[in-house]
Nanobody, 124 residues
Framework: QVQLGESGGGLVQAGGSLRLSCAAS????????MAWFRQAPGKEREFVGA????????YYADSVKGRFTISRDNAKNTLDLQMINLKPEDTAVYYCAAKVGLAWITRRESYDYWGQGTQVTVSS
């Protein structure tokens, strides 16, 4: 198993930036495909982006492409989400998630482990 914990959320004005981090512990971090999801009030949890075990070629949802960047440091067991040019519609609780393999990376049901989430609020 792997335990996940997010940090770095907060309140930011539209156009601003935030960097979220996810710290992993337990089983070998590099065994897992990692992802970020988000859930706004009254909406389903949606895919933001994912990154493979080696950290190459991350994949993003169209809504964040060009604004968000996912990276991982397997030596430090951390996953990051750099967010720039934030919009009010980015307001949500952001979760990191882990799964084995590369199948169905955009589907929340395919992820086995989740963090507790961190709130991001973007004011207009």
């Amino acid at each position: 198993q792997v335990q996940l914990g997010e940090s770095g959320g907060g309140l930011v004005q539209a156009g601003g930036s935030l960097r979220l981090s996810c710290a992993a512990s337990g089983r070998t971090f590099s065994d897992y495909t990692m992802a970020w999801f988000r859930q706004a009030p009254g909406k389903e949890r949606e895919f933001v982006g994912a990154i493979g075990r080696s950290g190459s070629r991350p994949y993003y949802a169209d809504s964040v492409k060009g604004r968000f960047t996912i990276s991982r440091d397997n030596a430090k067991n951390t996953l990051d989400l750099q967010m720039i040019n934030l919009k009010p519609e980015d307001t949500a609780v952001y979760y990191c998630a882990a799964k084995v393999g590369l199948a169905w990376i955009t589907r929340r049901e395919s992820y086995d482990y989740w963090g507790q989430g961190t709130q991001v609020t973007v004011s207009s």
